[in-house]
């Protein structure tokens, strides 16, 4: 069935207090669950959720309940009001579990001999019987009885003993915040102290042999707290914080009170074994779920409708906190480069949604970039509109006002207009309407007024029709001839479908910076010159819409290429002075240098109306990147020999955009040197952002065979790096051999297929080698969807996520949307289907 937002209902009981033991058992774990209630209506029903659960015993207030007092289903027990006493009550349960069967990894799983638990969003139903929704909060006691070393649970210990441990958790949570794990680890120990001098304990538990990987972790945690502290006014408020990295995860982590979980890829790191890509990933995570403290946990969301209430929120958080512990601009750019190559991406493609959705079948099919990174910019906007002192204040309210409740996006809108003093309800729309706008504009001078008109319009996304107008903040600011700023950055309000802006008293025709740092997700249209955007790339001010002039006149140039049309060198006559100018951060220039994916080229073609053709996309973006290496090799090579980083490698923001641009050369450079420098840089490389780097160049080169080979040998015993051996080389290689590349990868006995990392290494791998995924014969795709079909009984949720690779198909010539839309209807017609996959195929097909 269908959920649908309007049909909320408040859950007809209050429930204060949870106790709940566990008997541990691979096969048969036992939880006893005792529940404190009290009828908040009368006569309800009292129904609790409950899947794949194996009932011993039922009681209320002590005695056994007869059959006839309730009724059991695959989704839950409802006892009869009749059964159910006038006042508050307990109701006790004991189920059945097999943790080690449980292959989806949601609920009480196993996870090489350890216990563990994913709960969000509908996890903890496979746990016990129980209101399993996020508006139900309690306070949680857990009683874990087990023969492993170390067990755990929110909150703090309150005892412990051979085989047992208690924990109590005095903040009141829903479920899904829940979590178990037991098991064989060791803790990294550190301390934080509190603003107001609360000393915290924190732990960073994994499996023994990963603990000389986990410094970085700790640091990031520590860094986290600290800066919640000083940008939200946000303290911890336990005396304990655990995190504990998990091999098998669905996803990156879980935000659990007082217990992260965390997918060991974003905890574990040492500079032998994570690039600095990684460790910028896992400062960020971190952040992220530790900002959930207050921005998920505290305050939590009424139902799933409402995500992006904590999603969207605690991504912009995160970003704000790498933006702040690394280089603000350059974070601000990667930020849209992926919000641009996934979020417009979904947004113009079947699965269009809006931030808070009406409706889902199976609530994690929308755990998107929608939901997340969109959110995000949404919050972005507000702060934009309200400016820094207006947000924090805003902020500030919500957290006094909605501390310890289950919100909405209402809520959340009321809060920043009682803040400001504005009407919001305009802005809502981007919470509530799916889809990119895109933004015209054109401009006139004339008697020294300069005007900029704007036409905002967004096409149709599946069941929504029509698009009013929505409140735009536009930044702009404007140049003069010299490059010189005549009239700051200035937000624009944009709240009709065709509204006007004038600036007066000009001298001259300026030159408009437009949007800058990217201040509404839109698709900017604008007529402009090759001229124009090499003026901007020299000399704005921002430096978002700076690297947005390049990357247009980047993404210009190969749209000519593939049309057959000339592409003029401005392109390559503007980025030339721009290798080795040492005024710009080495990692901006990086950027700068980085070609558009061809993805993204892709879906600016089919943006415009046209059919994207993967092999012409992929040969235009190769020749572009030769005769960039041609024409400004001796540029290229005195960066390459410039950047070099001396000393022991460190993480940091200075010496990782230095090898950023110096990886970005080298790839460049091997067009030129037949991967004589990669080579050399392979051999010389003491830490995994170089090896890796040199390896993933001479795989595009075809020259990698022996080297993957011996990388492979050597670190056949470390999954995270086998993981990176498995992507690298099929999302790098030639596209013609990508499938048959895939085909072998998956032969080999270290392709553990179960294990959600492996499994989208390869298919991640796959669907990232654009040319090689959207092989004219097809073979891409069956290998592909025979992988999903093989995965889904096993793990739904996973075959489900990574069936968005497909949606895409309406950019791409008849041949191959037939030949997608032949695999996932085949997909669809698989018997026994699961929810989550049968709906994202149901809606990939539209
Ligand atoms: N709340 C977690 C986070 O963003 C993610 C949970 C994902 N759950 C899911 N069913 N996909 O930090
Ligand atoms: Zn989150």
């Known amino acids: 069935g269908t959920t649908y937002l309007s049909d909320y209902r408040p859950y007809p009981f209050t429930l204060d207090r949870v106790a709940l033991t566990f008997r541990l058992a691979p096969k048969a774990t036992r939880v006893m669950a005792k529940l404190h209630l009290s009828p908040r209506e009368a006569g309800a029903a009292l129904h609790l959720d409950g899947e794949q659960l194996k009932l011993i015993s039922i009681a209320i207030d002590g005695q056994a309940l007869k059959p006839a007092d309730y009724l059991l289903s695959d989704t839950g027990l409802t006892v009869h009001p009749a059964a159910l006493p006038e006042g508050e009550f307990t109701l006790e349960t004991e189920v059945e579990i097999a943790p080690e069967d449980n292959t989806a990894l949601e609920g009480l799983y196993m996870s090489n001999g350890m216990y563990c638990t994913q709960n969000e969003a509908e996890g903890f139903r496979k746990i016990t019987f129980y209101p399993d929704r996020p508006d139900v909060m309690a306070r949680f006691h857990v009683r874990i009885e087990g023969d492993k070393p170390v067990l755990l649970s929110n909150g703090n210990p309150v005892g412990q003993g051979e085989g047992w441990a208690e924990w109590d958790d005095p903040w009141p949570k829903p479920c899904y915040l829940f979590a178990l794990v037991a098991g064989d680890l060791v803790a990294t120990h550190g301390t934080f102290t509190t603003m107001s001098g609360r000393k915290v304990d924190l732990n960073v538990w994994v499996r023994p042999g990963d603990e000389d990987r986990t410094d970085y972790a700790l640091g990031a945690i520590q860094r986290s707290m600290k800066w919640d502290e000083e940008a939200f006014g946000r303290e911890y408020d336990l005396d304990l914080f655990n995190l504990v990295a998990v091999g098998d995860f669905n996803m990156g982590a879980m935000e659990n009170k007082g217990l992260n979980i965390f997918n060991s890829k974003l905890v574990l790191a040492s500079p032998e074994t994570a690039t600095d890509f990684d460790y910028e990933r896992i400062e960020g995570v971190i952040g992220h779920e530790y900002f959930h403290n207050w921005t998920g946990d505290r305050i939590t969301c009424r139902d799933w409708f409402q995500l992006c209430l904590k999603e969207g929120l605690t991504v912009f958080r995160d970003q704000s906190f790498t933006s702040d512990m690394r280089l603000g601009p350059v974070k601000r750019i990667e930020d849209v480069i992926a919000l641009r190559t996934r979020q417009f991406r979904e947004d113009a493609g079947p699965l269009a949604h809006p931030p808070r959705p009406d409706h889902y079948r199976e609530i994690n099919n929308f755990y998107t970039t929608t939901v997340y990174e969109k959110g995000a910019e949404v919050v972005r906007m507000l702060k934009t509109l309200l400016g820094d002192a207006g947000f924090r204040a805003a902020m500030d309210l919500y957290f006094a006002r909605h501390d310890g409740q289950a919100c909405t996006i209402e809520d959340w809108i009321k809060v920043f207009e009682d803040a400001s003093g504005r009407d919001l309800s305009q802005f809502k729309r981007w919470y509530t309407d799916a889809g990119t706008p895109h933004l015209k504009v054109s401009e006139r001078f004339d008697g020294g007024t300069y005007t900029l008109s704007f036409r905002q319009s967004t096409r149709p996304t599946p069941g929504q029709d029509t698009k009013p107008p929505r409140l735009i903040p536009i930044a702009v600011g404007l140049l003069g001839p010299n490059g010189d700023e005549l009239v700051p950055t200035q937000v624009l309000e944009m709240t009709e479908a065709e509204q006007s802006f004038r600036f007066e008293g000009l001298g001259a025709k300026p030159v408009p910076s437009i949007l800058r740092g990217f ?327 539209g």
């Open 519 to 845: 201040s509404a997700p839109v698709v900017l249209e604008r007529e402009t010159s090759a001229e124009e955007r090499a003026f901007l790339l020299a000399h704005d001010s921002d430096a978002f819409n700076r690297w947005e002039a390049g990357s247009a006149l980047a993404r210009d140039t190969l749209i000519a290429m593939t049309e057959g049309r000339d592409a003029g060198s401005d392109y390559l006559d503007a980025i030339g002075m721009l290798i080795g100018d040492e005024s710009l951060d080495p990692a901006f220039r990086a950027l700068l240098l980085r070609l558009p994916f061809e993805d993204e080229i892709a879906q600016t073609i089919a943006t415009r109306g046209g059919v994207a053709d993967p092999d012409a996309i992929h040969a235009a973006r190769e020749t572009l990147a030769r005769d960039l290496a041609a024409r400004h090799e001796a540029a290229l090579s005195a960066t390459y020999e410039a950047c070099a980083v001396a000393g022991p490698y460190a993480p940091d923001a200075e010496p990782a955009g230095r090898r950023a641009l110096r990886l970005v050369c080298l790839k460049l450079l091997a067009l030129v040197d037949a991967g004589a420098r990669a080579e050399a840089l392979y051999t010389a490389a003491d830490n995994m952002t170089e090896s890796l780097g040199a390896l993933s160049v001479l795989i595009g080169l075809g020259k990698a065979e022996g080297k993957l080979a011996a990388f492979r040998a050597k670190w056949q015993d470390n999954p995270l790096v086998i993981d990176k051996w498995f992507t690298t080389q099929i999302a790098l290689c030639p596209p013609e051999e990508a499938a048959e590349r895939a085909a072998t990868l998956a032969a080999d006995p270290l392709f553990n297929w179960k294990n959600p990392n492996r499994f989208r290494a390869l298919m991640g791998g796959l669907s990232a080698n654009h040319a090689g995924f959207h092989r004219k014969d097809g073979a891409g795709y069956r290998f592909y969807a025979d992988w999903l079909i093989r995965l889904d009984p096993l793990n739904p949720q996973t075959a489900a996520r990574l069936s968005t690779a497909f949606e895409t198909w309406a950019r791409y010539d008849a041949g191959r949307k037939e030949k997608i839309r032949a695999e996932l209807s085949r997909i669809a017609g698989q018997p026994g289907l699961s929810r989550d996959l049968s709906e994202m195929t149901a809606r990939l097909l």
